[in-house]
């Protein structure tokens, strides 16, 4: 059984009073059982719920545990996948589609936010993405396109414009997106779990899926003390599963990344970094960062497909902060911490039937907090009232991961990538030095 406490990290550190939900004993009945308690599950959950339908959802450890506990916190349109591959794949009416769904999934936050006002979530607005290279045409070009094609404008910050509000030289142009904000993502999933409840909804923790099975009348979930039976189950373990479904846990690919959160230095970020909202680059393998409470910069980075954490991670990190921001100077790291993300082969999450009465809404690494959104949102609509939306993802079957050799491929991948961007970016260096 999962360890059922949350991870030490800034955000367990700064959660919500939430007890512990006792785990399934016996039996019981629901019209629906969602299997995982991250955003996904908890979406599915409370929208069901919404909608007058019995839910019991199980979690192997506790809701927020994965993830969507431990994530960047960052809303923003989009997918993992590149909406112009989307499009290459899919032509120009599908991509759209499929990119109007994403802003959906920005809305549902933004909406549950605003009604359920939880504590500890604080919604800071605008997202900075920014390039290490000179091509200020290139970026022009790619704001017109999203404002055109898509229907998202985007402002475009020329490059004395990024450095003033960013202290280094290491960026030049950027793209401003007022649509995007970031969250407190466990607290945010605190909340759903608790309206979701609220709307009838049974949660139990510490209540691993062991076992999945077709029963008379629809499906039995074996757990260590209980059985759930129910006619419709929603799979969304992500990068944890629960090996359930041959199907989807060969799909799934577990890639991590790492978080670390500094002391509270206020001062010297005010001084080099003059933006609230979330900031990232464009490299293959990005950094991205923000300023949290007390004073904080938190920074996310590095992707491996190595399960066990590097010795020193926090060492790790700061080399990486203080590359770009050298004037930082010495500080103290408080909270280093990692996690498995989810994803397919096609980088794109897995939403739909699999089989009758059998759902998958899971492999949302690399852009989940809209996508486990609107795609809690898409199987409820479907299981609730036979909405057929989520067919529009069907073009992203859950092809297998290639398993151990599949993790050491994408591996090999991530490691070109970072030689390409340190490629490019040694370019760019060269051009700005000659200006």
């Known amino acids: 059984m999962t360890d ?4 030490d990290s800034f955000y367990a550190a700064t959660m919500t009073e939430a007890p512990a939900r006792p ?12 299997i995982g308690g991250g955003l996904a599950g908890l979406t599915t959950a409370r929208e069901l719920a919404a909608a007058g339908r019995s839910v019991v959802l199980v979690e192997g450890a506790r809701v927020g545990w994965a993830a969507s506990g431990r994530n960047g916190g960052f809303v923003s349109p989009g997918y993992a996948e590149g909406i112009d591959a989307i499009e290459d794949k899919l032509g120009y009416e599908h991509a759209r589609a499929l990119w109007d769904l994403s802003v959906e999934g920005v809305d549902y936050v933004r909406g549950a936010i605003d009604e359920l006002k939880p504590a500890g979530v604080d919604p800071v607005p605008g997202w900075l993405k920014v390039i290490r290279y000179d ?28 450095r003033e509000t960013l202290r280094t030289n290491t960026y030049f142009q950027g793209l401003h997106d007022t649509t995007a904000f970031h969250i407190h993502p466990l607290n945010y999933a605190l909340a759903l779990a608790a309206d979701a409840e609220a709307k009838g909804a049974r949660i139990c923790e510490g209540t691993p899926a062991q076992r999945l099975d077709r029963g008379r009348a ?15 189950v929603v799979l969304s373990g992500s990068a944890y599963p629960p090996n359930l479904w041959r199907q989807i846990d060969r799909a799934v690919l577990p890639i991590a990344t790492y978080v670390i959160v500094t002391e509270p230095m ?12 979330c900031i990232g680059d464009t490299r293959r393998a990005s950094d991205y960062y923000r300023i949290v409470e007390d004073g904080r910069l938190l920074w996310g980075g590095r992707i491996t497909t190595r399960r066990s954490e590097p010795a020193h991670l926090a060492q790790m990190l ?6 770009i921001y050298p004037q930082l100077g010495d500080f103290r790291v408080e909270f280093a911490w990692g996690g498995l993300m989810g994803y397919a082969v096609h980088k794109m999450p897995l939403i739909g039937r699999i089989g009758e009465g059998l759902w998958a809404c899971t492999a949302f690494g690399g852009h989940g907090l809209n996508t486990t959104a609107i795609g809690g949102s898409l199987i409820a609509r479907a299981i609730a009232g036979g909405d057929d939306t989520w067919k529009r993802f069907r073009p992203y079957r859950p092809l297998w991961g290639g398993g151990s050799l599949g993790r050491a491929a994408t591996q090999l991948i991530y490691w ?7 490629l490019e970016e040694r370019r760019a260096r060269r051009g700005d030095d000659s200006a």
């Open 318 to 323: 700061k080399r990486d902060i203080l590359a």
């Open 23 to 34: 785990p399934l004993e016996g039996k019981a009945e629901a019209e629906v059982c969602v």
């Open 4 to 7: 059922p406490a949350h991870i």
């Open 218 to 232: 629809g499906w039995i979930v074996e757990t260590p003390q209980g059985t759930v039976s129910a006619r419709d």
């Open 416 to 422: 070109k990538l970072q030689f390409l961007d340190a």
């Open 135 to 162: 091509d200020a045409d290139g970026l022009k070009r790619r704001a017109e396109t999203m404002a055109t094609r898509y229907g998202h404008p985007r402002d475009f910050w020329p490059t004395e414009h990024v």
């Open 266 to 277: 206020a001062d010297r970020l005010a001084e080099s970094i003059r933006f609230g909202g």
